[in-house]
């Protein structure tokens, strides 16, 4: 890392509005994009659970960043969005739209299989995430 290293320093909260973790984006290139560190080692890497709101649609997103533009997102903070299945049945999980690899597959198809809901972009969309420009996605 880089003695000179700005970044983004984004809090996690449980639902109670206890920190829980900071995570540390990197806002120049740098090996270490992300740094998460979180307050107690069997603490759950959930962003966005002080506001979450049961009652209405969720959205699971692999990153902070995403879950802040969709109303009532939540974000892993990493790609195993398939680890929420049991605690959120009923979101709808929302990964990058990036080329994935076998691990993502496996998350994708975990989620297929439980009957949640999960986002399919469109081919046609060359934005990497929703705070690019527009959504444009499928939801299954």
């Not at 080692?41 to 506001?51: A, F, Q, S, V």
């Amino acid at each position: 890392m880089k003695s000179k290293d700005p970044r983004i320093v984004i809090p996690f909260f449980d639902i109670a509005g206890k920190l829980i973790a900071v995570q540390g984006r990197a806002l120049e290139d740098n090996n270490a994009r992300y740094i998460t560190i979180k307050t107690k080692d069997d603490n759950d890497k959930i962003y966005g659970l002080e506001r979450l709101n049961k009652n209405i649609p969720i959205w699971i997103f692999e990153g902070p960043i995403d879950s802040l533009f969709v109303k009532n997102g939540l974000a892993t903070a990493g790609s195993e969005l398939s680890k929420l299945i049991k605690e959120f049945p009923q979101a709808t999980f929302v990964f990058d739209n990036e080329p994935s690899n076998s691990q993502i597959v496996r998350n994708m198809q975990d989620i297929i299989d439980s009957n949640s809901k999960i986002v399919i972009w469109k081919k046609t969309n060359t934005h990497k995430d929703v705070n690019r420009h527009g959504f444009g996605w499928y939801q299954y």
